[in-house]
Protein backbone atom coordinates (compact mmCIF):
# COMPACT_ATOMS: atom_id res chain seq x y z
CA UNK A 1 0.00 0.00 0.00
CA UNK A 2 1.43 3.29 -1.02
CA UNK A 3 1.82 6.00 1.74
CA UNK A 4 -0.41 8.68 1.48
CA UNK A 5 0.09 12.21 3.65
CA UNK A 6 -2.04 13.68 5.57
CA UNK A 7 -4.34 16.33 4.95
CA UNK A 8 -2.29 19.16 7.56
CA UNK A 9 -3.86 22.56 7.99
CA UNK A 10 -2.56 25.00 5.41
CA UNK A 11 -1.21 27.21 8.51
CA UNK A 12 1.31 24.37 9.78
CA UNK A 13 2.34 23.54 5.69
CA UNK A 14 5.01 25.94 3.85
CA UNK A 15 7.62 28.07 5.00
CA UNK A 16 6.97 32.32 4.76
CA UNK A 17 8.81 32.07 1.58
CA UNK A 18 7.17 29.58 0.15
CA UNK A 19 3.58 28.55 2.01
CA UNK A 20 2.16 26.17 -0.60
CA UNK A 21 5.51 23.72 -0.42
CA UNK A 22 4.64 20.81 1.33
CA UNK A 23 8.27 19.47 1.64
CA UNK A 24 9.28 22.34 3.51
CA UNK A 25 8.36 23.40 6.47
CA UNK A 26 8.54 26.10 9.32
CA UNK A 27 8.56 24.31 12.12
CA UNK A 28 10.77 21.82 14.12
CA UNK A 29 9.64 19.02 15.92
CA UNK A 30 11.10 16.76 18.87
CA UNK A 31 9.49 13.55 18.66
CA UNK A 32 9.40 11.06 22.18
CA UNK A 33 8.43 8.02 23.28
CA UNK A 34 5.27 8.33 25.24
CA UNK A 35 2.91 10.26 26.90
CA UNK A 36 4.51 10.30 30.78
CA UNK A 37 8.03 12.00 28.95
CA UNK A 38 5.62 14.33 26.66
CA UNK A 39 3.40 15.35 29.75
CA UNK A 40 7.22 15.74 31.84
CA UNK A 41 8.56 17.82 29.17
CA UNK A 42 5.87 20.15 28.93
CA UNK A 43 5.34 20.40 32.73
CA UNK A 44 9.30 21.36 33.11
CA UNK A 45 9.75 24.11 30.23
CA UNK A 46 12.74 22.52 28.69
CA UNK A 47 13.77 19.74 26.39
CA UNK A 48 16.78 18.56 28.02
CA UNK A 49 20.63 17.56 26.46
CA UNK A 50 20.91 14.44 27.85
CA UNK A 51 22.77 12.98 25.28
CA UNK A 52 26.35 13.76 23.53
CA UNK A 53 25.79 13.95 19.67
CA UNK A 54 28.26 14.94 16.78
CA UNK A 55 31.03 12.30 15.14
CA UNK A 56 33.58 13.67 17.98
CA UNK A 57 30.95 12.93 20.97
CA UNK A 58 33.18 9.68 21.83
CA UNK A 59 36.39 12.15 23.21
CA UNK A 60 35.31 12.02 27.02
CA UNK A 61 37.59 15.80 27.09
CA UNK A 62 34.48 17.63 25.24
CA UNK A 63 31.95 14.83 26.36
CA UNK A 64 29.88 18.45 27.84
CA UNK A 65 30.18 19.98 24.93
CA UNK A 66 28.11 17.46 22.66
CA UNK A 67 25.35 17.49 24.97
CA UNK A 68 22.35 17.80 22.76
CA UNK A 69 18.57 17.90 22.06
CA UNK A 70 17.61 16.64 19.12
CA UNK A 71 14.59 18.17 16.46
CA UNK A 72 13.41 17.28 13.18
CA UNK A 73 12.76 19.70 10.21
CA UNK A 74 10.50 16.75 8.76
CA UNK A 75 7.50 18.31 7.33
CA UNK A 76 4.25 17.26 9.40
CA UNK A 77 2.78 15.80 6.47
CA UNK A 78 5.54 13.21 6.91
CA UNK A 79 5.51 12.33 10.58
CA UNK A 80 3.73 9.79 10.44
CA UNK A 81 6.51 7.42 8.57
CA UNK A 82 7.93 8.25 12.55
CA UNK A 83 5.09 6.38 14.45
CA UNK A 84 7.31 2.78 14.87
CA UNK A 85 9.15 5.07 17.02
CA UNK A 86 7.42 7.76 18.43
CA UNK A 87 4.05 9.25 18.13
CA UNK A 88 4.29 12.04 20.70
CA UNK A 89 6.18 15.31 20.48
CA UNK A 90 6.46 19.11 20.46
CA UNK A 91 6.46 21.63 17.75
CA UNK A 92 8.44 25.01 17.66
CA UNK A 93 8.85 27.63 14.99
CA UNK A 94 12.56 27.96 13.78
CA UNK A 95 13.45 30.94 13.97
CA UNK A 96 12.27 30.39 18.26
CA UNK A 97 14.91 27.64 18.06
CA UNK A 98 17.24 29.47 15.65
CA UNK A 99 17.26 32.18 18.41
CA UNK A 100 18.15 29.52 21.38
CA UNK A 101 21.04 28.21 19.42
CA UNK A 102 19.82 25.50 17.49
CA UNK A 103 21.30 24.49 14.08
CA UNK A 104 21.04 22.23 11.14
CA UNK A 105 22.88 19.12 11.59
CA UNK A 106 25.56 18.88 8.69
CA UNK A 107 25.66 15.23 7.13
CA UNK A 108 28.77 13.81 5.60
CA UNK A 109 29.97 11.04 3.94
CA UNK A 110 32.56 8.60 4.44
CA UNK A 111 36.20 9.63 3.17
CA UNK A 112 34.57 12.92 1.56
CA UNK A 113 37.12 15.58 1.24
CA UNK A 114 35.13 18.27 3.61
CA UNK A 115 35.44 15.02 6.45
CA UNK A 116 38.76 14.39 5.60
CA UNK A 117 39.64 18.37 6.56
CA UNK A 118 37.32 18.15 10.21
CA UNK A 119 39.35 15.34 10.35
CA UNK A 120 42.46 17.24 10.15
CA UNK A 121 41.29 19.52 12.59
CA UNK A 122 40.65 17.46 15.00
CA UNK A 123 43.65 15.16 15.24
CA UNK A 124 45.87 18.45 15.47
CA UNK A 125 43.74 19.64 18.50
CA UNK A 126 43.81 16.55 19.76
CA UNK A 127 47.54 15.98 19.75
CA UNK A 128 47.85 19.38 21.26
CA UNK A 129 45.34 18.68 23.92
CA UNK A 130 43.27 22.26 22.75
CA UNK A 131 39.92 21.41 24.68
CA UNK A 132 38.52 24.84 24.39
CA UNK A 133 39.00 25.97 20.73
CA UNK A 134 35.81 27.09 18.80
CA UNK A 135 36.18 23.94 16.81
CA UNK A 136 34.22 21.89 19.12
CA UNK A 137 31.76 24.25 19.13
CA UNK A 138 30.87 23.11 15.72
CA UNK A 139 31.18 18.96 15.69
CA UNK A 140 28.65 18.79 17.64
CA UNK A 141 26.57 19.50 14.45
CA UNK A 142 28.57 17.52 12.28
CA UNK A 143 27.67 13.34 11.57
CA UNK A 144 28.80 10.83 9.61
CA UNK A 145 26.26 9.27 6.58
CA UNK A 146 27.66 5.72 5.59
CA UNK A 147 25.45 4.17 2.91
CA UNK A 148 24.20 0.46 3.86
CA UNK A 149 24.90 1.15 7.59
CA UNK A 150 23.63 4.67 8.70
CA UNK A 151 21.61 7.50 7.36
CA UNK A 152 19.60 9.90 8.69
CA UNK A 153 19.66 12.94 6.10
CA UNK A 154 15.34 12.07 5.89
CA UNK A 155 15.43 13.63 9.45
CA UNK A 156 16.71 17.01 8.43
CA UNK A 157 18.16 17.05 12.09
CA UNK A 158 18.85 20.20 13.82
CA UNK A 159 20.42 20.29 17.42
CA UNK A 160 20.02 22.98 20.41
CA UNK A 161 23.57 22.37 22.91
CA UNK A 162 22.40 22.36 26.24
CA UNK A 163 18.88 21.88 25.92
CA UNK A 164 16.25 23.96 24.76
CA UNK A 165 14.10 25.81 27.46
CA UNK A 166 10.76 27.00 26.55
CA UNK A 167 7.45 28.98 27.79
CA UNK A 168 3.63 27.90 26.83
CA UNK A 169 4.08 31.16 24.40
CA UNK A 170 6.41 29.19 22.54
CA UNK A 171 4.98 26.04 21.71
CA UNK A 172 3.40 26.00 18.01
CA UNK A 173 2.04 22.10 18.19
CA UNK A 174 1.51 19.40 20.67
CA UNK A 175 1.76 15.96 18.44
CA UNK A 176 -0.50 12.82 20.61
CA UNK A 177 -2.94 10.38 19.77
CA UNK A 178 -6.60 11.01 20.63
CA UNK A 179 -7.26 9.81 23.93
CA UNK A 180 -4.37 11.30 25.64
CA UNK A 181 -4.41 13.42 28.69
CA UNK A 182 -1.04 15.65 29.06
CA UNK A 183 0.01 17.79 31.75
CA UNK A 184 -2.92 19.38 34.14
CA UNK A 185 -4.84 20.70 31.07
CA UNK A 186 -3.02 23.57 29.52
CA UNK A 187 -5.46 24.87 26.71
CA UNK A 188 -4.46 27.10 23.22
CA UNK A 189 -2.34 24.93 21.63
CA UNK A 190 -3.06 22.35 18.07
CA UNK A 191 -2.74 19.15 18.87
CA UNK A 192 -1.68 17.06 15.66
CA UNK A 193 -2.78 13.14 15.97
CA UNK A 194 -0.80 11.19 14.32
CA UNK A 195 -2.78 8.53 14.21
CA UNK A 196 -5.69 9.81 12.33
CA UNK A 197 -3.54 12.61 10.45
CA UNK A 198 -6.22 15.44 12.26
CA UNK A 199 -5.43 18.50 13.85
CA UNK A 200 -7.90 19.53 16.87
CA UNK A 201 -7.24 22.52 19.39
CA UNK A 202 -7.80 22.81 23.29
CA UNK A 203 -9.74 25.86 23.93
CA UNK A 204 -8.91 28.80 26.17
CA UNK A 205 -5.91 30.68 27.35
CA UNK A 206 -2.34 29.00 27.01
CA UNK A 207 -0.87 28.56 30.60
CA UNK A 208 2.79 29.80 31.12
CA UNK A 209 5.13 27.44 32.43
CA UNK A 210 4.43 29.80 35.78
CA UNK A 211 0.67 28.62 35.93
CA UNK A 212 2.20 25.10 35.58
CA UNK A 213 4.53 25.78 38.50
CA UNK A 214 1.68 26.73 40.47
CA UNK A 215 -0.37 23.74 39.15
CA UNK A 216 2.42 21.71 40.81
CA UNK A 217 2.95 23.58 44.09
CA UNK A 218 -0.86 22.96 44.31
CA UNK A 219 -0.32 18.88 44.27
CA UNK A 220 2.12 19.68 47.03
CA UNK A 221 -1.00 20.59 49.31
CA UNK A 222 -2.70 17.40 48.49
CA UNK A 223 -0.33 15.57 49.72
CA UNK A 224 1.05 17.36 52.70
CA UNK A 225 0.32 18.63 55.87
CA UNK A 226 1.87 21.03 58.70
CA UNK A 227 2.83 19.21 61.51
CA UNK A 228 0.43 21.37 63.73
CA UNK A 229 -2.45 20.50 61.31
CA UNK A 230 -1.57 16.92 61.70
CA UNK A 231 -2.13 17.44 65.61
CA UNK A 232 1.34 16.47 66.70
CA UNK A 233 2.02 17.73 69.73
CA UNK A 234 5.40 20.49 70.48
CA UNK A 235 7.54 19.64 73.06
CA UNK A 236 8.33 23.01 75.07
CA UNK A 237 11.15 21.15 76.34
CA UNK A 238 12.71 19.60 73.95
CA UNK A 239 11.93 22.56 71.45
CA UNK A 240 9.96 20.13 68.79
CA UNK A 241 7.66 18.07 68.01
CA UNK A 242 7.10 15.09 69.72
CA UNK A 243 7.76 11.75 68.39
CA UNK A 244 4.93 10.14 67.59
CA UNK A 245 5.69 7.74 64.97
CA UNK A 246 4.86 10.30 61.93
CA UNK A 247 7.82 11.30 59.94
CA UNK A 248 8.61 15.00 59.94
CA UNK A 249 10.51 16.56 57.06
CA UNK A 250 11.48 20.62 56.63
CA UNK A 251 10.08 22.67 54.20
CA UNK A 252 12.76 22.35 51.88
CA UNK A 253 12.72 18.21 52.25
CA UNK A 254 9.24 17.92 51.88
CA UNK A 255 9.99 19.76 48.09
CA UNK A 256 12.91 17.71 47.13
CA UNK A 257 11.29 13.92 48.03
CA UNK A 258 7.85 15.72 46.03
CA UNK A 259 9.48 16.69 43.01
CA UNK A 260 13.06 14.96 43.04
CA UNK A 261 12.15 13.56 39.30
CA UNK A 262 12.28 17.41 38.18
CA UNK A 263 15.03 19.56 37.06
CA UNK A 264 16.29 21.96 39.78
CA UNK A 265 15.19 25.00 38.77
CA UNK A 266 12.02 23.47 38.78
CA UNK A 267 12.13 22.79 42.42
CA UNK A 268 13.85 26.18 43.15
CA UNK A 269 10.88 27.72 41.25
CA UNK A 270 8.80 25.68 43.53
CA UNK A 271 10.23 26.18 46.98
CA UNK A 272 9.90 30.39 45.69
CA UNK A 273 6.19 29.58 45.45
CA UNK A 274 6.02 28.14 49.26
CA UNK A 275 8.05 30.35 50.17
CA UNK A 276 5.72 31.63 53.35
CA UNK A 277 6.02 28.27 54.43
CA UNK A 278 9.30 26.33 53.60
CA UNK A 279 10.25 27.02 57.30
CA UNK A 280 7.30 24.87 58.37
CA UNK A 281 7.27 20.76 59.39
CA UNK A 282 5.57 18.85 57.05
CA UNK A 283 4.13 15.41 56.73
CA UNK A 284 2.31 12.94 54.67
CA UNK A 285 -1.40 12.88 54.51
CA UNK A 286 -2.24 9.67 54.09
CA UNK A 287 0.60 8.91 57.06
CA UNK A 288 -0.69 10.89 59.38
CA UNK A 289 -4.51 9.57 58.50
CA UNK A 290 -3.44 6.26 59.32
CA UNK A 291 -1.79 6.91 62.16
CA UNK A 292 -4.98 8.61 64.36
CA UNK A 293 -6.51 5.98 62.97
CA UNK A 294 -4.41 3.61 64.58
CA UNK A 295 -4.72 5.36 67.89
CA UNK A 296 -7.82 5.83 67.90
CA UNK A 297 -8.64 1.76 67.25
CA UNK A 298 -6.18 1.32 70.17
CA UNK A 299 -7.82 3.83 72.33
CA UNK A 300 -11.70 2.33 71.55
CA UNK A 301 -10.13 -1.34 72.50
CA UNK A 302 -8.57 0.31 76.11
CA UNK A 303 -12.24 1.67 76.89
CA UNK A 304 -13.26 -1.78 76.38
CA UNK A 305 -11.18 -3.38 78.36
CA UNK A 306 -11.66 -0.94 81.21
CA UNK A 307 -15.56 -0.89 80.43
CA UNK A 308 -15.67 3.13 79.84
CA UNK A 309 -17.96 4.96 77.52
CA UNK A 310 -16.91 5.54 74.03
Known amino acids: MNYQPPDIA ?14 LSNFLVHLTSDEEALGSILANGILEAREPHGFTKSLWMVREQHLSTCLTEM ?23 RAAGGQRVWYLDEGSISLRALNGIKDSLIEESSWDHS ?4 TPYVDLVAPGRYSW ?8 VGGLAFQWRDVAL ?30 GEALEISAAVELLAERFDVRWMTADEAGIPWSSREGGYQNVGIALFQGSEAVEEQYAEFPAYVRDRIRDRLAGRIGDVFCVRAEVASHWATVDEEHRRWLEEEGLPG
Open 10 to 23: PEFLGTPEHPNARD
Open 153 to 160: EHEREWRV
Open 75 to 97: PLTELPRMRKYAEYGIAFRKDFV
Open 174 to 203: VIAPSGSELGPGQAGIAVYDPTQDEIGWWG
Open 135 to 138: FWNV
